[in-house]
């Protein structure tokens, strides 16, 4: 019997292709699950390499900052709310009766309702919950405790100026919350009605502008008002004796001239104008005592750096440091591609390191919103971190507020100017797409500034931005200009202008008031004047008429005059002695009946009061005409023949008509003599009437002076 084996059977080829196959799938197996452990091991790279560093979200971080202390202050507005200002906060927060826990971030820093729900649903506490912002309180929510926060936040929005401050604005808030519900909402309605109906609050501060109109003010008070002090009571005073009097005042019989006044006395006018401007400059700091632009108090230094180091020492870490205050723009892929971007563009040819930051950028931070000068200050911290060095880099500056991103070159081999000047619109603002967006497609305008950046041709030697400008410290930023500067100075001219305008306008005035007067009351001949026309036998009633205008003449002129110098005097003296005549009284002259109207007293009046307007006017002569004292000063002396009897001569003051008549007409001058009413209709010679003090007038206007006060009609 034979066995049948397969021992014996010779090799089939069936075998050898059966082989083959079996190493094809082994291979096959093999590449699929490398394939499949390469990609299940590239999402997991994704997921794994921004986790490190990826943010938390913004309620987790502010939450775990509430949950060490229930007031967290920002270090994002240094110059507005510092944070040194924390223990205010909390001070206040203790007044409400509740746990309060209060957030001082950046206005726009997410929806205020949804922020504080998230915050204190991360937290897992119950109270009031406050987000506050650079104006003030933004948003409360209360959270297990019954209080009226909304009443609160609205009574402080309507009452307060927009320029109180977030403090102050809290303060009111917490004292609102504390006074109950049904009085917290009375009161917020209220302060609404009063806001609809025009009442708004007045502001606390003034700003730059405000502070130049009140320089430009007391400039021109310096200067307008003493000024003014200094001129207009001179010339009015100077003005009022050129006026005509409607009626003459009427000295008593025992005046006197007044004494010279002191020295003391010229200079009060004077005093008084020094006295004005020291008042006002003493008095303008007190009534404009403001000195500064609003309520924030001055930063420390550790204020001013306090974001700069903690970005410093994000970055040292990390390149892209996303701020965990501000709502998240960018994702945990676009995370990791930036990532992977910069760590491209590090090891291309003329790269180097790129330092990323999303974080706000405001005026009331320490770089008052300037993005460059954030960047420098964030290089020069990074530069003095440990293991790091010199921190040249690419800095990629990105608000996450309005979605602006900036980029400063320090030290790589880049075209500066190209990424600070020709960045595309796209990437520095975005277009309407990221306008729209929640997060400014931040991501996507990252990613094409990092393809811009790998596309920039490279340069020779390192580029960088230059150094940016120091902004103004907080102290000088809230300073206003002191009060005597700015448009102090334009005032003091447009003053010294104003008193001058005032001054013209004033003597426009006087002229037109004392034309009228002149007008209604005609002015006298002037004492100085020569008289041809006057008679050599002028009746009592002419004479009377002639007095009474050369007292009125005289009285106008004499007794507004202060003694200062020789023909001052003179002029009182012989003032005084006609008023001496007519016993004082000025209207006496006018009556027939009344004491010292004889003819001769009247025309002593009338001599004595003409040279007293005459000395005032500069002329001292002391001599009149002797053939008619009622021509006026004489011009010289010559002998005249006064009789027709004989030969008799005398030398005879001679007013210039007399001159010339002694010359041409010697004969007929004697017929000029001046006559006066004497008993029972005759005529006498002036000179002649017993008693008369005209007696001694040729001698002279001050020898008459001195006869009428010894006269007997003196009484």
């Given at each position: 019997m034979t066995r049948?084996?397969?021992a014996?059977r010779?090799p ?8 083959f ?5 082994l291979?096959g197996?093999?590449a ?15 997921a794994?390499?921004p986790?490190?560093s990826q943010?938390?979200s913004?309620a987790?971080?502010?939450a ?10 920002t270090d ?22 509740v ?22 649903d ?5 109270g009031?919950f ?6 003030g309180?933004r948003?409360?929510?209360a959270?297990?405790?019954r ?16 320029d109180?401050g977030?403090?102050?604005n ?6 609102v919350v ?8 009375a ?7 009063k806001f609809r ?7 606390m501060y003034?700003?730059?502008?405000d ?12 200067t307008a008002?003493p ?14 004796r ?7 005042p ?6 006197r ?27 303008a700091?007190?009534?404009f005592d ?21 970005v ?6 990390d390149?892209v ?11 945990g892929?676009r995370l990791?591609?930036?990532h992977d971007?910069?760590e491209?563009f590090g ?7 790129v330092y ?9 931070d ?5 993005e ?11 530069s003095?971190a440990?293991?790091?060095g010199?921190a ?10 309005d979605?602006y991103?900036?980029?400063?070159n320090h ?7 190209r990424l600070?000047?020709d ?5 520095s ?9 929640d ?7 990252l ?10 041709p ?11 400008a ?10 206003l ?14 003053g010294?202008v104003a ?6 306008l ?7 008031v ?9 002015a ?9 026309s006057a008679s050599s ?13 050369a007292l009125d003449d ?29 016993d ?5 002259v006018?009556?027939?009946d009344a004491?010292g ?6 025309l002593?009046?009338i ?21 008619n004292p ?5 011009a ?8 027709a009897e004989?030969n ?7 007013c210039?008509l ?17 006559t ?16 008369s ?5 040729r001698?002279?206007?001050s020898r008459?002076a001195?006869a ?8």
């Amino acid at each position: 019997m034979t066995r049948l084996t397969t021992a014996g059977r010779p090799p089939s080829g069936h075998t050898a292709s059966g082989a083959f196959r079996l190493l094809l799938t082994l291979c096959g197996l093999t590449a699929l699950l490398l394939t499949s452990a390469a990609l299940a091991a590239a999402p997991a790279r994704a997921a794994d390499a921004p986790a490190a560093s990826q943010p938390p979200s913004q309620a987790t971080y502010l939450a775990d900052r509430l949950r060490g202390n229930p007031v967290h202050v920002t270090d994002q507005l240094p110059r507005e709310i510092p944070r040194s200002m924390a223990p205010d906060f909390a001070r206040l927060a203790e007044r409400t009766g509740v746990p309060t826990y209060v957030l001082v971030v950046p206005g726009q820093s997410g929806s205020g309702e949804d922020l504080l729900g998230a915050v204190h649903d991360r937290l897992g506490r119950d109270g009031l919950f406050v987000l506050i912002d650079e104006s003030g309180v933004r948003e409360a929510a209360a959270y297990g405790v019954r209080v009226p926060a909304e009443a609160a936040r609205r009574t402080a929005d309507f009452e307060l100026p927009y320029d109180a401050g977030p403090l102050r604005n809290f303060e009111l808030f917490v004292d609102v919350v504390a006074q109950g519900a049904e009085k917290a909402e009375a009161r917020a309605d209220a302060a609404r009605e009063k806001f609809r109906e025009g009442n708004e609050p007045e502001s606390m501060y003034i700003g730059p502008s405000d502070r130049q109109n009140q320089s430009f003010v007391t400039g021109i008070a310096l200067t307008a008002a003493p000024l003014t002090v200094l001129l207009l009571p001179p010339y009015v005073r100077r003005a009022r004796r050129r006026f005509p009097r409607a009626t003459p005042p009427s000295p008593k019989a025992d005046r006197r001239p007044t004494a010279a006044r002191p020295q003391w006395w010229r200079l009060l006018v004077p005093g008084l104008a020094l006295a004005a401007a020291a008042v006002i400059a003493l008095t303008a700091p007190l009534v404009f005592d403001q000195t500064k632009r609003g309520p924030a108090p001055l930063p420390t230094s550790g204020d001013m750096t306090a974001r700069v180091e903690r970005v410093a020492k994000g970055l040292a870490q990390d390149p892209v440091y996303v701020d965990p205050e501000s709502p998240r723009m960018l994702d945990g892929a676009r995370l990791s591609r930036l990532h992977d971007r910069i760590e491209r563009f590090g090891r291309s040819e003329g790269g180097g390191p790129v330092y990323v930051t999303v974080v706000p950028h405001l005026p009331e931070d320490e770089s008052a919103g300037d993005e460059e000068l954030f960047a420098a200050a964030v290089r020069a911290k990074l530069s003095k971190a440990d293991g790091v060095g010199e921190a040249d880099g690419v800095y990629v500056v990105a608000d996450p507020l309005d979605g602006y991103i900036d980029v400063f070159n320090h030290g790589l081999r880049v075209e500066s100017s190209r990424l600070h000047f020709d960045l595309p619109d796209f990437i520095s603002y975005g277009d309407d797409r990221a306008r729209e967006a929640d997060d400014h497609l931040l991501g996507e305008r990252l990613d094409g500034l990092m393809t811009y950046l790998d596309e920039s041709p490279r340069t020779d030697e390192p580029t960088t931005s230059g150094d940016p400008a120091r902004p103004l410290s907080p102290k000088a930023e809230n300073s206003l200009p002191p009060l005597f500067s700015t448009d102090f100075w334009p005032g003091l001219f447009v003053g010294a202008v104003a008193a001058l305008l005032l001054l013209g306008l004033v003597a426009s005035v006087l002229v037109i008031v004392g034309a009228v007067l002149r007008r209604r009351s005609p002015a006298p001949r002037s004492a100085g004047a020569l008289d041809p026309s006057a008679s050599s036998e002028p009746s009592t009633a002419y004479l009377r008429r002639t007095a009474s205008t050369a007292l009125d003449d005289a009285t106008q002129v004499v007794v507004e005059t202060d003694l200062g110098n020789e023909a001052v005097a003179l002029a009182w003296d012989r003032f005084e002695a006609a008023m001496y005549l007519v016993d004082g009284d000025v209207d006496s002259v006018r009556s027939p009946d009344a004491p010292g109207t004889e003819a001769a007293t009247l025309l002593a009046v009338i001599v004595l009061a003409r040279a007293a307007r005459n000395a005032l006017d500069g002329d001292t002569n002391d001599l009149c005409c002797d053939v008619n004292p009622l021509h006026g000063p004489a011009a010289g002396r010559r002998h005249v023949r006064v009789s027709a009897e004989g030969n008799r001569r005398r030398m005879l003051a001679l007013c210039p008509l007399c001159l010339d008549s002694a010359v041409a007409t010697p004969r007929e001058l004697r017929e000029q003599l001046l006559t006066l009413p004497g008993p029972a209709g005759t005529r006498v010679p002036y000179d002649e009437p017993e008693g008369s003090p005209l007696s001694v007038l040729r001698d002279g206007i001050s020898r008459l002076a001195s006869a009428a006060r010894e006269s007997p009609q003196v009484r």
